[in-house]
C-alpha cells in the first residue's frame, strides 16, 4: 500500500526571544519555541528579535523581509526607538544621543526622547533643545502619573524598543509602566557614574497592542556598528535643517563651512541649536574619510 506523503504545516509568526540559538515565536496557534535553519548561518543571515518567519515543525526555515533593523541591539521591524536619558548620573552624551537619532531617521524608525531623573536636575534645556530638532520628548516623574500615561500612551499599537545609556533608568522605567514585567535594575556606580548592564539580550513584549523590547545598555558607540549614513544623506538625518536647506546658495552644500549657507545663517541666528550642528559636523567628517567601497 502506497503511503500518504506527510504534509508539513507552514506557520508564520514573530521572534519575540533570542537565547543561545533558540527562538522564541509567536504565531496565531500560540507561542513556541524553535530552532533556525543552519543555512542561516551559510548565508551569513541571522535571525533578530521582531523578525517575521516562517516555521515548519518548530524549525524556522525562512526570514521575511525587513523594513528595517538594527545589530545592536539585534532587532528588526521597529516602528519607533525610545531614547531613555538622565538628566544627571550619566550626564546626557549629546553628540552620543544624536548619533542614535540620526541612525533612527536613517532607518526609519520614529526617535523619541524620554528625559528621567527630573528629580535630581531639571530637564527644561534639553527638552527644548529636541522639540525645536522635531523630536518628541517626554519628561518622566514617578510622581506624577500623567507623565507615564503619555509614555504609555505613544507604545500603543506600536513595535517599540527602549535604548539609552546604561544607568538612565530604562528597566525602572518599564517597571514603572507595566510593574507585571518586574525586570532587573543594576544599580548606578558613583564612582564611574554609570549603570551595570542589567539586560543581556533584547526581548520583545506584547503589550497594549504593541511590542516593547528592553535592551542592553550602551557605555559607548561606534556609529560604524550600526549603518553607514552617506554623508550625502546625513543632512536629511537632521530635521530641523530641512526648512533651511531650500536657503543655501550652492544645490551641493554640506553645511560645515560654506558661504551662502542656510543651514549655517540658521546657527548663527540661533534657529539651530549649535550642539546640533557640532554633533552633523563630527559625523560628516566621519562620513567624508570613508572610502567608496566601504559604504
Partial sequence: MRKEPVIVEKKQGRILKCVGGLYTVESSSGICTC?????????????????FVTIEEDVITEILPRKNSIIRPPLANLDQLLFVTSTCKPVPNLLLLDQFIAVA?????????????????????LQALYTAAGISVFPVCYDQPETLAAVKQCLQG????????????????????????????GEISEKL?????TTRQASLYPLDGGYIADTPGFSTFELEQYVRIPKEELADCFPEFSSYRQDCRFQDCAHICEKGCGVLAAVQAGEIAESRHASYVSMYEIAKKRKEWET
Fill in 35 to 51: 530552532k533556525a535553519r543552519g543555512v542561516f548561518r551559510k548565508r551569513g543571515m541571522t535571525p533578530y528579535a521582531g523578525d
Fill in 105 to 125: 531617521i536613517y532607518k526609519q524608525i520614529t526617535p523619541i526622547l524620554v528625559l528621567t531623573k527630573l528629580d535630581l536636575q531639571e530637564g527644561k534645556a
Fill in 158 to 185: 506600536k513595535v517599540s524598543a527602549l535604548t539609552g545609556n546604561s544607568g538612565a533608568g530604562k528597566s525602572t522605567l518599564l517597571n514603572a509602566l507595566y510593574p507585571d514585567l518586574q525586570l532587573p535594575v
Fill in 193 to 197: 557614574g554609570r549603570g551595570r548592564h
